[in-house]
C-alpha cells in the first residue's frame, strides 16, 4: 500500500469519469436516428465469390446492401501493402472476410436480413501450413562473423524449433465504430481505436474525402495492446461506406463472436535454433531461422518480421550470428499488431535455447546469462554497438534476487532428484498417480527490446505534439497519441506541468480528434512516453523560455497575463531524429533502435502432476524503462503485459479448422482470471536514454518478452520436460511426460473430412449451384461463427 | 441485442404445469445462465416462448429428510455452498458447486437447469449419478421419479416431457457412504470441465462396497464406468485395486478430441485423477 | 407487460419484452450507460450489477426476473458526497487502466465488501474470478479492494 502516491505523482486524469461509469465507450454515444450495421463474411478459406444472393421473399427496400461493386473510392484498406480489399470483389482468401454490408434502421430487421443473404462460392485449394506457404510478405536477413566456421568451432551445438500460435489481445472492449455524415459530404468516425490518424488515411482513399472532411474522433477506448492498430480502418470503412449510402449514422458494434473470429491477431511463427558454444560455457554461434505467417494480407507484417528478426538473437553477445527471417501468406485471416510486436515470438525461442545449453552444459541458467548478457559498447548482429543505457546485467540480478532464484533452484532440483528416485515404471506411472501430487518449479528468462520504431520509422512518422495557451488562459495539450488505459492523460499534463513549473491540474488534453490535434504518430511501439512525451516537454519547454522572456517573471506568475496580453501562444514540436542513430533499410545494418529496454522474469510454479495443469504462483519482472514517470502507472504495464505472457505461455490457445478459428467465443478462447494470475512484483529500473528529455525508453511492450521462457523454463524445472511449443498447456506436458500423442502443432489449421460434391455436367448451366459449392452450411448460414460452442 | 421471444411468468407451479400442458412449445427458463447464452450465441432458432420459472418459491429449498438431501430445482449454486446441510451431508456437491463459473454464475444457476441442460459437461451431474439421486418431475398429471441414471438419454436429451418440469432432485446420503469430486479445466474459473469425475463408496473394513464411478465430459452424456465399478466392488483399498481401477477406466472411456483438449489426455488423465482419489480416500 | 423494481433506489416500470436483458434495458430503456457489454455469454463480467445484493451478470437475466427486486449499478455507487471508498480506493492504488471492466469489476467488488469480505488475497480473487481484466494484471485491484475491505468498521 502506497503512502501518499496522491501527492507526488497525479491520480489518473479519467479515473473518475472510468470509476463512475460516466466514461463513454462507443457503445454508450447515442445518435438519434442511427442505423445499424452488420458485415457478412466469408464462410470458405479460399474461394471464387460466384455470387451474392439475395432472397426475393424478403422486402429489400428496407436495407441498404453494399457490396464491392458500390465503393466510391479504390477497393483498398490502405496500409503498407495495397493488397487487401474492403470488400471481396471476386476472390476469397481467408475466412470471415467481409463480403458485403448491410445496415437497417433497427436490429430486428437486421437479424432477419443477415438469415436472407447467402454467398455462392466455389473452393479454392488452401494453404494452412506456413512451411509449404509459397507466397512471401516479406524477408529479412542479418549476418554477423562467419556463423558457419563458429559453429564447427564450437564443442557442443544444440538444436531446437519452437512453435507458438495466435493470440488474441482480447481487450475487453469489442472493436466498434460509429460513422456520422457531416453536412460537408465528409463522415465523421466515432471509435474505438489507437490510431485516429491511420483511420483518416483509410478513410480519405475509401471515401475520396479530403483532410478536413474526414473527422476521426476516438471514444474512450477500452483496451487495445495492438488489436486496435491498423484493424479499426476496416471497420471504420464499412461503416462510413453504410453511412454515405444511408445518409445517417451507422453503428457497427462487433460482438465478441465476430470480434474473435475475424480480427488481427499475433503472428504464429516457428523459429529454429542451432547455437554453438563451448563446454566452459562460451558463446560461439547462433544461426536462427525465423517463419511467421502472415495469414491472408500483408497489414503490418514486414514490421513484425523485422522487429522479430531484429530481436531474435535475445540481449546476448555472440561473435557469429546469423538470422533469416520470412514472412508468408496462409488462408487464415490477416495477424496484425499485439504487444512486443514480433519480440515475444522469437525471444521466446531464444530463452529456451538458452535453458536448454544452460541444462546441457549443467550450468545455472542465470550463471550463462551472465555471461552472455551484452556489456557497454557490444555489438549487436545489425553492426549496432550499443553505446548507453545497456541494463540487461542489471535487471537480471535484481530479478534473480528478489525471487530468490538460486535458493529455490536448487530445492526444486533436490526435490526433483527424489521424485525421479521414487518413480514408478513408466509402463504403470502413465495411468497412475505418484506420491506428490504437485511439483514445485523456478524458471528465469532475460529480453531486450528495441525503443520507438525500427530504423529511420521514427523520422519518417515526422510526429508533432502541440502544448497551447489559449487566450483565456487555459495550457492545452494537442496530440494524436491515445489514452487506452497505459496513461496518457495523465502523464502528458504531468510532464508538461513539471516543464512549466505549474500543478498537472492546470493543464488539459484536447480530445483526440483529427480535425483538433496534430499527427503525433501511432500509439503503438512503447513511443507514446518516449518520444511523444519528449515532444511535449520540448514543447513546454519552448513555452515557458517565450513566457519567461517577455514577462521577466516566472511562467507561473505571468502565463495568464501573458495570454492576455499576446492573445494566446501555440507552439508546434515535431520530431527530430535522434542524434547519431543511423540504420541502413536496405541491408538492414546499423542503429536499429536508437536505445534497448531491458527485462528479466523470474516464475515460480506448481506444476500438478496427474494432470499437467500449471499453476503460477509469483512472477518478479524487474523492467529497466530509462525513467518512471509515473511508477504506479509503469507498474500497471509490467503487471498486465506479464500477466498476458502468462495467458501465452499457459491458456491462450486458437485452434483451426479449415482455417476458421475454433476458439472464437469467451467461453472458449481463455484468458487467466484473477484466481489464475501470479502475484506479480514489478521492479523499475532506470538507466536513462540520452536522446529523450526525460531518458525514458518505453514500458508498454518489454514487460511482454520475457514471461512466456519463464514459466516454460521453470515447468521444465518442475518436471524434466522440455515443452517447444506454445501455449505449455497441460496435453503438451502430459504428452511430454508420458508419452501420449500431443496435441496439433499451434497455429496451423487442420482440415474436416467433407464428403466431395460431383463436378457439375455441361447441362446444369442455369440449374442450382448443389455441385459448385461443396460446403452446404454456407449456402444458409453466411455467419460461419455457430458451431464450436459445444461440449 | 438479441432475439427477444415472448415470456410467461406463472406465479404458482400449478399454473406452469398447465401453460406447459397446453399444447404450446415452451422453453423453461430458471437462471437463465444456459439458455440465455444459447439465444444470444444465435446458437440454433430462439425458443418460440418462454416459461419463467423464476417466482416459483415451490421449487426452492434445500432439506434433509431422514436419509436423503432433498434440493429444490431452482437451487443455486450459491445457496448450495452457503447450506450448513450440504456441506455436513454432501460436500462433494458443494465442491462442485464451487468450480462452476464464478459468483455471477453461481449467483444464478440452479441445479435443477444444469439438470435439464443436460450438457455432458454439466459439473453437478457426476455427482448426481454417483450418490443415485433421483429426479422428480412434475405436471398436471402429478409427479413422478427419474433415476439420475436413466435421466440423460442422449446429447442433450433427457427423459423430460415437454409438459414437466423438474421440481426437485432427491439424493441418498447416509453417513457411511464418502463421495469424492474432481473438476479439470482449462482455467481455475469460468470453465467448461476437460475432465470430470465423481467417486463415491461405502468403506467397509478396508474394502470398497456400493462404488460408483461417474464421469462428465468424455461422452455424449455424462455416465457412469460400471466396469471400473465392477473392478473395485469389493476390492482390498490400496494401490494394486487403483491400479486395476486406473488401467481399466483408460480401456473403458472413449473421449475425443475437441477445442478443449484431446482424446488421449482426457483418457490418460482421467485415470490419473481417478487412481489420486483412491490414493487419498485409501490414505495410502 | 410492464415490470417494476428499483434502480439504485429509484423506482422503475418499464413496458418491455420480459425476455430483453437487463443489460440492455439499464443501458438503453434507462440510459444507464455505466454497465458495459463484453461478451454477451456471461464470461466477462463487464455487464455484472447487483440484484437484491448479489452480483450476477445482466446480459444473461431477463428483465422479467427483476420485477420486484433491487438492482443497483455502477451509477449507484457514488452519492453526492462524491465517489464511495472502493472507487477512491481503486483511484488511489491504480485500479482501473482501460476501465472497461472497472464498473463490473467494481459491483464484484462492492458484493464482497458488503457480505463481510476480508482483505484476504486468495478470497478476494475468488469474489472477482468472474470479471476478466486484460490491462491490469489484477494486482492493483486486488491491493484496491483489499485496502477497502480493511477499511470497512467491523
Given amino acids: 500500500m502506497r503512502v501518499g502516491i496522491a501527492k507526488a505523482f497525479p491520480l489518473r486524469r479519467e479515473g473518475p469519469a472510468k470509476l463512475t461509469g460516466t466514461a463513454l465507450y462507443t457503445d454508450d454515444l447515442v445518435f438519434p436516428g442511427a442505423w445499424y450495421g452488420q458485415t457478412i463474411r466469408s464462410t470458405v478459406a479460399h474461394g471464387q465469390l460466384l455470387g451474392i444472393e439475395l432472397d426475393p421473399a424478403f422486402d429489400w427496400s428496407r436495407v441498404v446492401v453494399l457490396t464491392a461493386a458500390d465503393l466510391p473510392g479504390e477497393n483498398v484498406v490502405s496500409l503498407i501493402k495495397d493488397d487487401q480489399p474492403i470488400l471481396v470483389a471476386d476472390e476469397i482468401r481467408h475466412q470471415a472476410e467481409p463480403v458485403a454490408l448491410l445496415a437497417a434502421p433497427d436490429r430486428e430487421t437486421l437479424r432477419e436480413a443477415k438469415q436472407r443473404i447467402h454467398l455462392r462460392t466455389a473452393d479454392l485449394p488452401a494453404v494452412f501450413d506456413p512451411l509449404e506457404a509459397t507466397q512471401e510478405f516479406a524477408h529479412f536477413a542479418l549476418a554477423k562473423g562467419d ?28 472493436n466498434a465504430m460509429i460513422a456520422v455524415p457531416r453536412p460537408d459530404g465528409g463522415m465523421a468516425i466515432h471509435g474505438s481505436m489507437q490510431c485516429p490518424y491511420y483511420i483518416h488515411a483509410a478513410l480519405k482513399r475509401a471515401l475520396r474525402l479530403t483532410d478536413s472532411q474526414a473527422v476521426i474522433i476516438q471514444a474512450e477506448t477500452g483496451g487495445g495492446f495492438g488489436g486496435k492498430e491498423e484493424y479499426p480502418s476496416i471497420i471504420a470503412i464499412h461503416a462510413a461506406l453504410l453511412a454515405q449510402r444511408v445518409g445517417k449514422p451507422v453503428r457497427m458494434i462487433y460482438d465478441r463472436h465476430e470480434d474473435l473470429a475475424a480480427t488481427t491477431k499475433r503472428h504464429p511463427a516457428i523459429v529454429k535454433h542451432r547455437t554453438g558454444v563451448t563446454r566452459d560455457g562460451r558463446l560461439v554461434a547462433m544461426d536462427i531461422e525465423v517463419v511467421m505467417d502472415g495469414g491472408a494480407y500483408c497489414t503490418l507484417t514486414p514490421v513484425v518480421l523485422s522487429r522479430g528478426t531484429l530481436h531474435a538473437g535475445g540481449p546476448y553477445s555472440c561473435p557469429n550470428v546469423r538470422v533469416v527471417g520470412r514472412a508468408v501468406a496462409t488462408n487464415t485471416p490477416p495477424n496484425g499488431a499485439f504487444r512486443g510486436f514480433g519480440a515475444p515470438q522469437t525471444e521466446f525461442a531464444v530463452e529456451m535455447q538458452v535453458n536448454r545449453i544452460a541444462e546441457a552444459l549443467g550450468m545455472s541458467p542465470l550463471e550463462l546469462r551472465r555471461r552472455w548478457v551484452y556489456q557497454l559498447g557490444d555489438e549487436t548482429p545489425s553492426g549496432q554497438i550499443l553505446r548507453e543505457s545497456v541494463a540487461g546485467a542489471e535487471v537480471l540480478e535484481r530479478a534473480a534476487e528478489a525471487a530468490e532464484y538460486e535458493r529455490i533452484r536448487s530445492q526444486t532440483a533436490h526435490a526433483r532428484e527424489e521424485r525421479s528416485a521414487s518413480a514408478a515404471p513408466s509402463s504403470v506411472a502413465q495411468l497412475t498417480s505418484g506420491a506428490e501430487r504437485t511439483a514445485r518449479g523456478i524458471g528465469i528468462a532475460l529480453a531486450w527490446h528495441g525503443a520507438g520504431f525500427t530504423g529511420s520509422g521514427e523520422v519518417k512518422l515526422a510526429s508533432v505534439a502541440s502544448l497551447e495557451l489559449t487566450a483565456d488562459g487555459r495550457i492545452v495539450v494537442l496530440t494524436g497519441s491515445t489514452e487506452m488505459g497505459q496513461g496518457t492523460k495523465t502523464i502528458f499534463p504531468q510532464l508538461a506541468a513539471e516543464q512549466l513549473g505549474i500543478d498537472e491540474s492546470s493543464v488539459e488534453m484536447a480530445p483526440q480528434d483529427t480535425s483538433i490535434v496534430p499527427d503525433s504518430g501511432p500509439t503503438v511501439a512503447s513511443r507514446t512516453a518516449m518520444v511523444v512525451g519528449g515532444l511535449v516537454i520540448q514543447a513546454a519547454t519552448r513555452m515557458r523560455e517565450t513566457v519567461e522572456a517577455s514577462t521577466g517573471r516566472a511562467f507561473a506568475d505571468s502565463y495568464a497575463e501573458y495570454a492576455g496580453a499576446h492573445g494566446g501562444l501555440r507552439v508546434d514540436q515535431q520530431f527530430e531524429a535522434y542524434p547519431n542513430v543511423k540504420f541502413d533499410d536496405e541491408t538492414y545494418r546499423g542503429d536499429a533502435y536508437p536505445v534497448y529496454g531491458w527485462a528479466c522474469a523470474v516464475a515460480e510454479v506448481d506444476v500438478d502432476l496427474d494432470t499437467g495443469e500449471t499453476q503460477v504462483r509469483s512472477i518478479v ?42 476458439n472464437d467465443r469467451l467461453a472458449t478462447y481463455l484468458i487467466p482470471t484473477a484466481l489464475d494470475a501470479p502475484r506479480i512484483e514489478a521492479i523499475l529500473v532506470e538507466n536513462p536514454f540520452s536522446g529523450a528529455p526525460h531518458g525514458a525508453k518505453g514500458v508498454g511492450e518489454l514487460p511482454m518478452d520475457v514471461p512466456a521462457a519463464a514459466v516454460v523454463a521453470a515447468i521444465h524445472d518442475a518436471t524434466g520436460a522440455w515443452i517447444h511449443d506454445l501455449p505449455a498447456s497441460p496435453e503438451r506436458v502430459i504428452a511430454a511426460l508420458h508419452g501420449i500423442a500431443p496435441p496439433p502443432l499451434p497455429g496451423i489449421s487442420t482440415i474436416s473430412p467433407r464428403s466431395v460434391a460431383p463436378a457439375p455436367s455441361a447441362d446444369d448451366a442455369g440449374a442450382p449451384e448443389e455441385g459448385l459449392d461443396p460446403q452446404p452450411e454456407a449456402r444458409t448460414d453466411p455467419q460461419p461463427m455457430r458451431g464450436p460452442y459445444q461440449e | 441485442m438479441p432475439a427477444e421471444p415472448p415470456i410467461e411468468s406463472p406465479e404458482s407451479l400449478a399454473h406452469a404445469y398447465d401453460l406447459l400442458s397446453s399444447g404450446d412449445a415452451w422453453r423453461p427458463i430458471a437462471g437463465g445462465t444456459d439458455l440465455m447464452v444459447q439465444i444470444t450465441g444465435e446458437l440454433g432458432p430462439p425458443p418460440e416462448r418462454v416459461l419463467d420459472l423464476w417466482r416459483l418459491d415451490e421449487l426452492r429449498g434445500i432439506a434433509h429428510e431422514s436419509d436423503a438431501l432433498v434440493l429444490g430445482a431452482l437451487t443455486t449454486y450459491t445457496d448450495l455452498r452457503r447450506s450448513d446441510v450440504c456441506q455436513e451431508h454432501l460436500p462433494a456437491l458443494v465442491a462442485a458447486a464451487a468450480t462452476i463459473g464464478a459468483a455471477q454464475i453461481q449467483n444464478r444457476g440452479t441445479i435443477g437447469g444444469n439438470i435439464v441442460n443436460a450438457s455432458p459437461a454439466g459439473d453437478t451431474l457426476p455427482v448426481l449419478l454417483a450418490t443415485d439421486a433421483e429426479i422428480v418431475l412434475g405436471s398436471v398429471s402429478g409427479e413422478r421419479t427419474v433415476a439420475a441414471a436413466d435421466f440423460w438419454t442422449g446429447y442433450r436429451q433427457t427423459a423430460r416431457r415437454p409438459d414437466e418440469l423438474v421440481v426437485r432432485v432427491r439424493i441418498p446420503v447416509s453417513p457411511g457412504r464418502q463421495v469424492r469430486f474432481r473438476k479439470v479445466g482449462t482455467r481455475r474459473a469460468q470453465a467448461i470441465s476437460k475432465i470430470v469425475i465423481a467417486l463415491s463408496w461405502r468403506p467397509d473394513a478396508g474394502v470398497w462396497r456400493d462404488v460408483r464411478v461417474a464421469l462428465g465430459s468424455i461422452a455424449a452424456t455424462p455416465v457412469r464406468a460400471r466396469e471400473t465399478e465392477r473392478v473395485l466392488e469389493g476390492a482390498a483399498a490400496g494401490s494394486e485395486s487403483a491400479d486395476r481401477g486406473a488401467a481399466t477406466i483408460a480401456q473403458e472411456i472413449h473421449p475425443i478430441d475437441d477445442v478443449r483438449s484431446t482424446a488421449d489426455y482426457r483418457r490418460v488423465v482421467t485415470a490419473r485423477v481417478l487412481h489420486r482419489l483412491l490414493r487419498e480416500a485409501g490414505g495410502w | 407487460m410492464t415490470y417494476r423494481f428499483t434502480v439504485n433506489g429509484a423506482d422503475v416500470a418499464l413496458d418491455v419484452p420480459g425476455m430483453r436483458r437487463l443489460l440492455d434495458a439499464l443501458r438503453e430503456d434507462l440510459g444507464l450507460t455505466g454497465t458495459k457489454e463484453g461478451c454477451g455469454e456471461g464470461e466477462c463480467g463487464a455487464c455484472s450489477v447487483l440484484i437484491d445484493g448479489e452480483v450476477v451478470d445482466s446480459c444473461l437475466v431477463p428483465v422479467s426476473q427483476v420485477d420486484g427486486t433491487s438492482v443497483m449499478t455502477v451509477e449507484g455507487l457514488a452519492s453526492d458526497a462524491g465517489m464511495d471508498a472502493i472507487q477512491e480506493a481503486f483511484l488511489v492504488h491504480g485500479g482501473a487502466q ?34 476478466l481484466c486484460r490491462c491490469t494484471g489484477y494486482t492493483k485491484i486486488i491491493d484496491a479492494i483489499a485496502a477497502a475491505a480493511a477499511a470497512q468498521p467491523v
Avoid: F
Wanted: aromatic share 4%; proline share 3%.
Fill in chain 1, 147 to 174: 556463423v558457419e566456421a563458429g559453429l564447427a568451432e564450437a564443442e557442443l551445438v544444440i538444436e531446437g524449433t519452437y512453435r507458438v500460435g495466435h493470440q488474441e489481445q482480447l481487450y475487453i472492449e469489442n
Fill in chain 1, 621 to 662: 519482472s524487474a523492467n529497466d524503462i530509462g525513467k518512471v514517470i509515473h511508477p504506479v502507472l509503469a507498474e500497471g504495464q509490467v503487471e498486465g503485459g506479464t500477466l498476458q505472457g502468462v495467458g501465452y505461455a499457459t491458456i491462450e490457445e486458437i485452434k483451426l479448422v479449415d482455417g476458421r478459428y475454433l
Fill in chain 3, 98 to 131: 482501460c476501465g472497461i471492466c472497472t464498473p463490473g469489476m467494481l459491483m464484484a467488488a462492492r458484493a464482497y465488501i458488503d457480505q463481510g469480505g476480508a482483505p484476504v488475497d486468495e478470497d478476494i480473487r475468488e469474489a472477482i474470478a468472474g470479471n
